[in-house]
T-cell receptor
Framework: GNSVTQMEGPVTLSEEAFLTINCTYTATGYPSLFWYVQYPGEGLQLLLKATKADDKGSNKGFEATYRKETTSFHLEKGSVQVSDSAVYFC???????????FGKGTTLSVSS | ETGVTQTPRHLVMGMTNKKSLKCEQH?????MYWYKQSAKKPLELMFVYNFKEQTENNSVPSRFSPECPNSSHLFLHLHTLQPEDSALYLC????????????????FGEGSRLTVL
């Protein structure tokens, strides 16, 4: 079945550090891939997405590239801020699915 | 109001109680979802509604009973719950049901934090 695996957290960084959160997936066909973010006390919101191989999604300084050959969609940001502290979820939606399938989430904590 | 609104934000109930969670979306979307978020586990899809019709029941125990009276409102009726049902319950909506080539975005509410004593 379809599934998403994210690196275990928490990830603790200092402000302006480089961020990578790994995400790999298992799916039939050609899924669309997403990163959602959940700030404290809030619901999830879409951060970025990519719908086909080699697409790069980007938003608010975050980027992720859809790598079909490695079935990965790693999230990166060159310089994190304290305000980026949140839980990040990788997710996929395949053409036959009825809703998004999420990973367990990775907690990011950024200190000044 | 805009977006997806869930009430109550926090709920504490005993195992013999009956309560309901409410979700309302003001986005004009046609599909609505219930997800369960537990610590250190992936979000679990519970139910999917498309144009008020239930299209997915992800093997959810019958003590959870969804209701979708119209495309804007979704309820989750709770009865005789167990302590392991304590979690954050998230409602979401999308323009149309995901899949079938539609890779649209899900819009989430802030969740209802449920504690079962």
């Amino acid at each position: 079945g379809n599934s998403v695996t994210q690196m275990e957290g928490p990830v603790t960084l200092s402000e302006e550090a480089f961020l990578t959160i790994n995400c790999t997936y298992t799916a039939t066909g050609y899924p669309s891939l997403f990163w959602y973010v959940q700030y404290p006390g809030e619901g999830l919101q879409l951060l970025l997405k990519a719908t086909k191989a080699d697409d790069k999604g980007s938003n608010k300084g975050f980027e992720a590239t859809y790598r079909k050959e490695t079935t990965s969609f790693h999230l990166e940001k060159g310089s994190v801020q304290v305000s980026d502290s949140a839980v990040y979820f990788c997710a996929l939606s395949d053409t036959a699915g009825t809703a998004l399938i999420f990973g367990k989430g990775t907690t990011l904590s950024v200190s000044s | 109001e805009t977006g997806v609104t869930q009430t109550p934000r926090h709920l504490v109930m005993g195992m013999t109680n009956k309560k309901s969670l409410k979700c309302e979306q003001h986005l004009g979307h046609n599909a609505m979802y219930w997800y369960k978020q537990s610590a250190k586990k992936p979000l679990e899809l519970m139910f999917v509604y498309n144009f008020k019709e239930q299209t997915e029941n992800n093997s959810v125990p019958s003590r959870f009973s969804p209701e979708c009276p119209n495309s804007s409102h979704l309820f989750l009726h709770l009865h005789t719950l167990q302590p392991e049902d304590s979690a954050l319950y998230l409602c979401a909506s999308s323009q149309d049901r995901l899949g079938r080539g539609n890779t649209g975005e899900l819009f989430f509410g802030e969740g209802s934090r449920l504690t079962v004593l």
